[in-house]
């Protein structure tokens, strides 16, 4: 089926940096999601951008929704040991009823303290 | 506040053998539901999606199917597990355009 196109793959950094990681799209997408997956855990909602252009925070964590509506990108600003995880972005059209999101493949991260 | 209930958390099941999962979403009506699986800690990829009760979209040709018996009750279901049917699976809810997740169900196959 249909991917985002995510990167990095992983990302190795030292606490107290900053981080930024992308996904694009040759598809126009309505309304970007980003999630971040602890082991073993369900996917968790960071962040949703519904405009182009849109930017918004949530703590440490800024998105922004690109201006041609197929790319977006999430930074996480001096980052922590507990951003540990896989993040992962996703692109709704809202065609129809069925509200299927298309997904990247994800961005590893790993901090070291 | 909504809550989306998986069970159960961890399953162990020889190969042949049946397969049901359930999800419940509280606190929300007429929700849309998915089942997604995972491999490895990568990459979701969607199963089935239903928008009411009985309607049932798969995305994928497999030996798994889902029902939805209740407006919200999500069950997916196997007559005969395969090994490849090992994975991480996580049931979904959407009502407008933020999808939720549940704490999934980690199913290895023997």
């Known amino acids: 089926g249909q991917q985002l196109n995510q990167s990095p793959q992983s990302m190795f950094i030292q606490e107290g940096e900053d981080v930024s990681m992308n996904c694009t799209s040759s598809?126009?997408?309505?309304?970007w999601l980003w999630y971040k997956q602890d082991p073993g855990e369900g996917p968790v909602l960071l962040i949703a951008?519904?405009?182009a252009g849109e930017l918004t925070s949530n703590g440490r964590l800024t998105a922004q929704f690109g201006i041609t509506r197929k790319d977006s990108f999430l930074n996480i600003s001096a980052s922590i040991p507990s951003d540990v995880g896989i993040y992962f972005c996703?692109?709704?059209?809202?065609?129809?009823?069925?509200?299927?999101?298309?997904w990247g493949l994800g961005t590893s991260l790993a901090v070291n303290p | 506040s909504q809550t989306i209930h998986q069970w159960p958390a961890t399953l162990v099941q020889p190969v042949g053998s049946p397969l049901s999962l359930e999800c419940t979403v509280e606190?929300?009506?007429?929700?849309?539901l998915y089942w997604y699986r995972q491999a490895a800690g990568r990459g979701l990829q969607l199963l089935f999606y239903?928008?009411?009760?009985?309607?049932i979209s798969s995305e994928v040709p497999q030996n798994l199917s889902a029902s939805r018996p209740q407006d919200r009750q999500f069950i997916l279901s196997s007559k005969k597990l395969l090994l490849s049917d090992s994975g991480f699976y996580l049931c979904?809810?959407?009502?407008?355009?933020?999808?939720?997740f549940g704490p999934g169900t980690r199913l290895t196959v023997t």
């Open positions: 239903s928008v009411g009760i009985g309607q």
């Open positions: 606190g929300t009506s007429n929700p849309n």
């Open positions: 996703a692109g709704l059209t809202n065609a129809g009823n069925n509200r299927k999101l298309i």
């Open positions: 951008l519904y405009k």
């Open positions: 598809s126009i997408f309505n309304t």
């Open positions: 979904a809810w959407t009502q407008g355009y933020e999808q939720y």
